[in-house]
């Protein structure tokens, strides 16, 4: 039998870990309040896993804890097998940069820049050729389809295509994983499929491991497996309600 956060894809290794994962800040009181409270999570290559929760249960929380963009208190976060835990603060942001990319409900563009810039702008930092960085960022928009839109700057593009060069953004580096905070809680239903689309898209066809936060039905219906955070754990959420 499977759990509710274990994968059940057989054979594979997970592309993200998360055992027993636990993360507490203090509240005004001065007490800890235990946010998360022994999360367990695997994702399979290929896999979108839908997290959903109400308002305050830590659905973000996790997905830094996840993306190692915080360290849990206890329990292990494994990124494409790699513990995150003892890590000093410059290999995580390594081990970060080249298992993780994230999407945010806003996308962070930077507004001097053009689309195509912004794409190239992790692997120039991650010190690539010039040559190289181009070419994969032409190709990553235009597997956004953003191909006519490559010199526009982010002012010059509607909301769902600023919310596809920001997915183009964050597999610039490759990373296998891909989390997203409520990447279409911005955009109009037509913009939101097509972004729901593209993660579904991308979870089958570049075998990426997906984790998204969402309140968006149809997002979470995309998704191979939808779990719901409450009280600190992850369980199945209830088909019915279409995960959410
Ligand atoms: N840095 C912090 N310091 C103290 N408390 C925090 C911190 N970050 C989050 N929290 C608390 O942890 C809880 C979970 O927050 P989190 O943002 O993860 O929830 P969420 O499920 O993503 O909520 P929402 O759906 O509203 O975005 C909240 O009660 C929040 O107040």
Redesign the pocket.
């Known amino acids: 039998m499977t759990m509710p956060g274990e994968t059940p894809a057989v054979g594979r290794p997970p592309v993200l870990e998360a055992i027993g994962v636990v993360k507490a ?3 005004g009181d001065g007490s800890a ?1 235990r ?1 998360l409270d022994g999360v367990d999570l695997q994702v399979a290559p290929g896999e979108m896993v839908a997290v959903v ?12 804890v996840l993306g190692a963009l915080e360290r849990p208190d206890a329990g292990v976060v494994r990124l494409g097998g790699q513990p995150t835990s003892g890590a000093s603060d410059e290999s995580l942001a390594e081990l970060r940069n080249r298992q993780v990319g994230f999407v945010f409900q806003f996308h962070h563009l930077l507004k001097e820049f053009s689309a195509l810039e912004n794409v190239m702008m992790p692997m120039r930092i991650a010190e690539r050729s010039e040559a190289e960085c181009r070419a994969r960022a032409t190709e990553l928009l235009e597997r956004v389809g953003l191909g006519a839109r490559l010199h526009h700057r982010p002012a010059e593009l509607s909301g769902g295509e600023q919310q596809r060069a920001a997915v183009a953004r964050a597999l610039a580096l490759r990373p296998p994983v891909l989390l997203a ?2 990447p279409s809680g911005n955009l109009d239903h037509q913009n939101a499929e097509r972004l729901h689309d593209l993660f579904a898209e991308l979870a089958q066809d570049g075998g990426l491991g997906l984790v998204v ?1 969402t ?1 968006n039905r149809s997002l979470a219906e995309r998704a191979q497996r939808t779990l719901h ?1 409450e009280d600190g754990r992850l369980h199945p959420a209830p088909a019915s309600a279409g995960g959410v």
């Not at 929760?53 to 830094?64: D, V």
């Open positions: 800040y203090r509240g309040i946010v929760g109400a308002s305050g249960s830590g659905k973000s929380t996790f997905l830094h905070d409520e936060v309140h955070l």
